[in-house]
């Protein structure tokens, strides 16, 4: 049987221990619990437990073991009350707005975060008559202007996708506060391995489970850290309403998937900054954006944030003339990678480009490309486990063509 952990222990150790609850024949490795429904032992049980005056499973949208552990395990590593699991990072977003949001309130977001957010907040939530601000992700002057006596909630993503852009989680906390709203951060970039948000003053973290909590690129998954009354009490109805549940073998994935967090973020910190100094150097590189450089806007912040690390993202311009060639040689970069895996998705263990222009961001307008600093050049790299000589290798098969 699974022992009481002891207290005050350390991410690493959290990261494989944390969340695993006594079962019923002992094992150490993690349950896989694939029901759709828990039996009850009488009807006057069953009804406590539906009315939620008595712990215990009922129903797979309501709640499993698996997506429990996974929940419990992340809670431990950001160092919030509780957590809850969605079905992809998207849908952690959708439940933060649902429960959090209703008709005239007024969201603030950085205007440089991922396309498909953006487009949730601009476009969908308008639809149910809230109102969105994007403003600087960097200027915390214009964070505080645009806030109204309608602001219920500060959006950030830090870094963000893919300009690695780091807002001062601080001063956002406190200017939430000020304005008696909430700040939630996408953690996505950093994990709890490098960046824990809540300690910063964050009340609420939100993850996209698919990428490093993962690490491995195999499943879908989402969550929401932060204290119970607002994970348990407010957004759980809400997933428990509208089905945005986390499958259990997703979780299961995701769980075991964290037990590595730690040394993946390490060594895929190591070979991004390797990366990151290399491509600084090559004659057809216009620009580097990795918050691990000196050169980085916001580096001597995002080493304080990111526990000295920055991360496994590097994003790059290439050099080329008007839109038209610059599009056309970032292309001619990423086709001729032969190792470097073209897809949209990151934080696998596997090294990804992609051109977010076109990809990730293709679905904003060219305004809003415009406001986030994406341009036609741009590509991102998100930098896996392979060697860090065979990664430049593969870069430099098309930086070359240039």
Not at 98 to 105: Q, R, S
Not at 200 to 220: C, E, F, N, P, W
Not at 293 to 320: C, K, N, T, Y
């Amino acid at each position: 049987m699974q022992k009481k952990l002891p207290p005050n222990l350390h991410i690493d150790t959290l990261a494989v221990r944390a969340g695993i609850e006594p079962s019923q024949y002992g094992e150490n490795s993690e349950a896989l619990y694939l029901t759709s429904g828990f039996l009850q032992p009488d009807a006057e049980t069953a009804a406590r437990r539906f009315a939620g005056t008595e712990e215990g499973f009922t129903y797979g949208r309501t709640s499993n073991p698996s997506v429990t552990a996974f929940e419990n395990r992340l809670a431990a590593l950001e160092g919030t009350e509780a957590a809850i699991g969605a079905s992809s990072g998207m849908g952690a977003i959708l439940m933060m707005g649902m429960g959090l949001l209703k008709a005239g309130d007024h969201v603030i977001c950085s205007n440089s975060m991922f396309g498909s957010t953006i487009n949730l907040f601009a476009k969908e939530f308008a639809k149910f008559g809230v109102e969105s601000s994007f403003v600087s992700q960097t200027d915390a002057a214009q964070w505080r202007a645009a806030v109204k006596p309608t602001t219920k909630l500060l959006f950030a993503e830090t870094p963000t996708n893919p300009l690695t852009d780091v807002c001062d989680i601080r001063a956002l906390a406190d200017i939430a506060h000020n304005a008696g709203a909430k700040l939630a951060v996408d953690n996505c970039f950093c994990s709890p391995a490098l960046q824990r948000p809540a300690e910063l003053g964050a009340d609420l973290i939100v993850h996209s489970g698919t990428k490093y909590l993962d690490g491995q690129g195999r499943v879908m998954a989402g969550a929401i850290c932060g204290p119970a009354s607002l994970v348990v009490d407010v957004f759980g109805p809400v997933v428990r309403t509208a089905g945005m549940v986390l499958a259990p073998f997703n979780a299961w994935v995701v769980l075991k998937g964290m037990e590595t967090l730690r040394i993946r973020m390490q060594a895929q910190s190591a070979n991004a900054l390797a990366v990151a100094r290399w491509l600084e150097t090559h004659p057809a590189v216009g620009r580097v954006y990795y918050p691990g450089l000196a050169s980085h806007p916001q580096h001597e912040l995002a080493m304080r944030q990111q526990s000295g690390l920055g991360g496994a993202v590097v994003s790059f311009d290439v050099r080329g003339g008007d839109a038209a060639a610059l599009r056309a040689n970032a292309f001619r970069v990423i086709d001729c990678a032969q190792l470097i895996s073209i897809a949209t998705n990151l934080g696998d263990t596997k090294s990804i480009i992609t051109h977010p222009a076109t990809t990730s961001h293709g679905r904003l307008t060219e305004a809003q490309r415009q406001a986030a600093g994406i341009g036609q050049g741009l590509i991102r790299l998100a930098v896996g486990l392979e060697h860090i000589e065979d990664i430049k290798a593969d870069l430099v098969r098309g930086l070359e063509t240039l």
